[in-house]
């Protein structure tokens, strides 16, 4: 099947938009989309650092080479990136070890911070005190937070993509968490103690960032995390797979319904503390990663 835009052939058929598209295309297409979600959330007047949580995947290192083209050689404003490595033995080596010549390969200065060094253990020690993904969520956001910090990034960016996104969106909704779908990021209003996060990708379904990643030959870690089994996204992955399959688009239309509600979102409660033991930003008491840390002892 030929390209709709050129006679070249087409590598993907883009289902919601009834389009075919080629390699340059695709990538054209990709990438406009991207440009314009980042305009969207980040303002450069002034000069700004963009911090990037890599974690080796395909969605964080499209992030890292489309933020760090953006960026380009700005005089005023550079990329830094964030590199987490859990401790999850057979699988996040080989991630960091791609990330590391991702860096490379772009100049782009990096932080790798382990749950080891920060935490005392690694998480493959602690997967018997809850659900692995519960606690390494906690625990990286926490990293995410104070080292996007320690390095003065104005912006943190992660590589969240529309099904990410939908899937949190469902996730909050179905919880009746409402207080959780109000700090959903991209943050456009800055919190104290909080680096503002966003998401350049948060409108590209994953199928288009994996074919991207293989279109611009961005190294791809493909192994599954051995604890992804037991999270509960997977249920609503599923769900919003099924929606898709028979409804393209609906992924979009549960983005874009969340982003109507934002303005009414705003006005729930939201105001920080600070957590009496470290000291980072948190909806009242105690937070989370330290509730955890004290719960592993």
């Avoid at 070249?8 to 406009?32: N, P």
């Avoid at 992924?251 to 105001?271: H, I, N, Q, R, T």
């Amino acid at each position: 099947m030929p390209c709709d835009r050129c006679s070249e052939d087409a590598v993907t058929f883009v289902r919601y938009s009834g389009a075919h598209l080629c390699r340059e295309h695709f990538m054209e297409f990709f990438e406009k989309r991207v440009y314009k979600e980042f305009r969207k959330q980040v303002d450069l007047r002034g000069g700004k650092r963009i911090a990037v949580a890599v974690s080796g995947g395909k969605d964080s290192l499209v992030a890292l080479r489309l933020v760090r083209d953006i960026m380009g050689d700005r005089r005023d404003s550079d990329v830094v990136g964030i590199t987490i490595d859990e401790g999850i033995d057979g699988y996040r080596p080989s991630s960091l070890d791609i990330a590391r010549r991702e860096y490379d390969k772009l100049g782009v200065d990096y932080e790798l911070v382990s749950f080891q060094y920060e935490f005392g253990f690694p998480l493959d020690d602690v997967v018997d005190q809850g659900m692995p993904c519960s606690l390494c969520g906690v625990l990286r956001r926490w990293i995410m937070n104070t080292t996007a910090k320690e390095v003065d990034a104005d912006y943190l960016a992660t590589g969240l993509n529309l099904d990410d996104t939908a899937q949190s969106i469902l996730m909050n909704f179905c919880r009746g968490d409402v207080e959780k779908l109000s700090r959903m990021g991209p943050h456009l209003k800055v919190k104290e103690g909080l680096i503002p996060r966003i998401a350049p990708l948060r409108r590209c379904p994953e199928n288009e960032s994996y074919l991207y990643a293989l279109c611009a030959a961005i190294p791809i870690h493909d192994l599954e995390c051995p604890y992804a089994d037991e999270a509960l996204r997977g249920v609503y992955r599923d769900v919003l797979g099924t929606l898709e399959d028979n409804t393209p688009g609906t992924k979009y239309a549960v983005l874009s319904s969340y982003d109507k509600l934002v303005p009414m979102l705003e006005g729930e409660p939201g105001a920080l503390e600070c957590c009496p033991k470290c000291d980072e930003p948190t909806s009242g008491g105690q937070c989370k990663a330290c509730e955890i840390l004290d719960m592993i002892g």
